[in-house]
């Protein structure tokens, strides 16, 4: 089951923090959160830790949302930095399956011919740098690389990304100038923040 299929939808136009605060006393009005954000939650855990497994985390994920959502602090009118923080536990939980998934994307090998349409040649520099991307991922501490995805691939800003790992803005921004430095060596000087990794090609 797809995690987008679960509840029925109320509050639309409303920001996140309000439908949070609503759902305390209508429970039902949490699954306009779910609608709103699952799909990108289910996008980035499924790039870390594949899609099979990247289901029940998903699922898990806005169980434990419902049952935190009175500590949300409502001052914030966007849920995603908590959603992703949350993400960030549960995949620490993984962390075999997502070593597992970072391996497989570094043997990799670009043997499909090159192909002329729109984004082709973005394409063919992704697939050209994503054994040694996911390489480099594998080789930052499980800190680091929380960081630099929740920012690369979750597009978060600095401030989100420090209150989904719970850590201060300054903090985060020196530690992901580390990190980054850390993988532009790796990849030959190239920025990682621009350099789109593909996903294993599934038959």
Avoid: C
């Amino acid at each position: 089951m797809s995690p987008n299929a679960a509840w029925d939808t109320d509050g639309a136009g409303e920001s996140d923090s309000t439908l949070i605060e609503r759902s305390l006393i209508e429970p039902e009005l949490f699954a306009a959160l779910f609608d709103r954000h699952s799909d990108e939650m289910f996008r980035y855990t499924a790039r870390r830790l594949g899609p099979e497994i990247a289901e029940d985390t998903v699922a898990d994920l806005f169980l434990v949302a419902f049952r935190g959502r009175a500590k949300y602090d409502r001052v914030h009118q966007d849920a995603r930095p908590w959603l992703y923080g949350i993400a960030t536990n549960l995949i620490a939980r993984q962390r075999r399956a997502e070593r597992r998934r970072t391996k497989a994307m570094a043997r990799v090998a670009v043997e499909r011919p090159s192909s002329f349409h729109d984004g082709a040649d973005d394409r063919l520099t992704a697939e050209r740098f994503q054994p040694k991307l996911a390489k480099a991922l594998a080789s930052l501490s499980a800190a680091e690389r929380d960081l630099l995805l929740l920012v690369a691939w979750a597009n978060l800003t600095y401030d989100g990304a420090a209150r989904a790992l719970g850590i201060p803005e300054g903090t985060a921004r020196s530690r992901l100038h580390r990190v980054r430095s850390k993988v532009r060596r790796a990849l030959g000087g190239v920025n990682p923040f621009t350099v789109e990794p593909l996903e294993p090609q599934h038959g």
